[in-house]
């Protein structure tokens, strides 16, 4: 009698690493009907579809919490980019930008960075997750309604606090996003769209997520001189609106900062050890870098600088800010913002200065 059992598909000889934390094993998979249903050595079993995994890592699909793929899972479906990483599913509407609820023309910064003309035409955040759902891409998603959306398309101008009545329709939004499966709300107080509201504001709104068990996701007002201000700002909107916070990228931006994570995570611990939350989380890059608009006051305390692309000045792309480039920049940015009126760099902070915090690694590893 044989106890060769068959299955759909096996993974063969690669290095299992599960994700809880264990040491890698050497193990097959076995899947039928889409689910794993044996590991370990299944040397004497047989499948229709057999993938040798021998010197490879097997392991489950990675989590890429911090993404700005709104547009990217309409536009490329197949998401090779991430895919190709081991990313099988994204969390898009970071930073306070979300593709959806806005019908706009030409977005400002940072909302241009996801989609510019054309792209920003739903109404309702319902309607965007239609189109998603009527071409699913390869990638499984969570959405966060973005804060900065809201305010372009509720407000006449954003360089000043919301009023009652915007703040009551801002939060229709973010609830009706709510309803149609969005998984929290976003702010980016940092950028201009948002940099003026006020923190009661973001309490306002956030006040829909409560009922729905959804979560508070921010790229804080002033991650560098500043930024045990904004921790103590994001937990107290997590208070207030009763629900958990998610800190986006943390980091400690500037040179004169390296070394200040200390500080700050030491910041976290205490927050987390009290009992006046909802749960308090934070992601962190993988690298000691970071990527955003072109600022002024990002470039002037950033070691490195690196254009991405530039409407304003398309010659710069690719091309660091160096010498007579970077200071060519800065006065570009003083004088009505050329290159920051439509660019994308990236940021180099220093030589030292990763986060390493167990929250950090165990649940919200963005590779
Ligand atoms: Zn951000």
Redesign the pocket.
């Known amino acids: 009698m044989s106890n060769a059992a068959q299955y759909d598909t096996l993974i063969k000889g690669g290095y299992v690493i599960d994700g809880t934390g264990a040491s890698r094993v050497s193990a097959d998979v076995a899947i039928d009907d889409d689910r794993i249903v044996a590991v370990g050595d299944l040397g004497q079993a047989s499948a229709g579809r057999v993938i040798d995994a021998s010197n490879r890592i097997v392991a489950p699909g990675f989590i890429d919490v911090h993404t700005h793929d709104d547009r990217a899972l309409l536009a490329n479906p197949s998401m090779d980019m991430k895919v190709s990483q081991g990313v099988t599913t994204v969390v898009v509407g970071?930073?306070g930008i979300s593709l959806a609820p806005l019908v706009a023309e030409a977005p400002p910064p940072p909302l241009d960075l996801i989609g510019a003309k054309g792209a920003y035409r739903y109404q309702t955040f319902d309607e965007f997750l239609c189109d998603v759902e009527a071409a699913p891409a390869a990638v499984n998603a969570g959405f966060l309604v973005g804060h900065s959306t809201l305010r372009v398309a509720t407000m006449d101008s954003l360089d000043r606090a919301a009023s009652a009545r915007e703040i009551k329709a801002m939060r229709a939004m973010l609830e009706e996003g709510l309803c149609a499966g969005a998984i929290g709300f976003s702010t980016?107080l940092?950028y201009k769209p948002s940099i003026m509201a006020p923190t009661e504001e973001v309490v306002a709104i956030a006040a829909a997520l409560e009922a729905h068990g959804a979560r508070y996701v921010t790229?804080m007002r002033d991650e560098g001189d500043h930024v045990i201000r904004s921790l103590d700002e994001t937990f107290r909107i997590g208070r207030e609106a009763r629900s958990p916070v998610v800190v986006?990228?943390h980091k400690v931006q500037g040179k004169q900062n390296v070394g200040r994570s200390k500080e700050t995570l030491a910041h976290f611990d205490k927050h987390i050890g009290g009992h006046d939350h909802h749960g308090i989380a934070f992601d962190v890059y993988p690298y000691m870098a970071s990527s955003?608009v072109l600022k002024e006051d990002s470039i002037r305390v950033s070691k490195r600088v690196l254009v991405t692309w530039s409407k304003a000045r398309p010659e710069l792309a690719g091309r660091e800010l160096v010498g007579n480039r970077r200071r060519a920049g800065l006065r570009h940015l003083r004088g009505g913002g050329a290159i920051a009126a439509r660019g994308s760099g990236l940021f180099r902070h220093g030589r030292r200065g990763r986060t390493a915090h167990p929250l950090a690694s165990k649940r919200h590893v963005r590779l």
């Open positions: 970071n930073c980016g940092f790229h986006s990228h955003t």
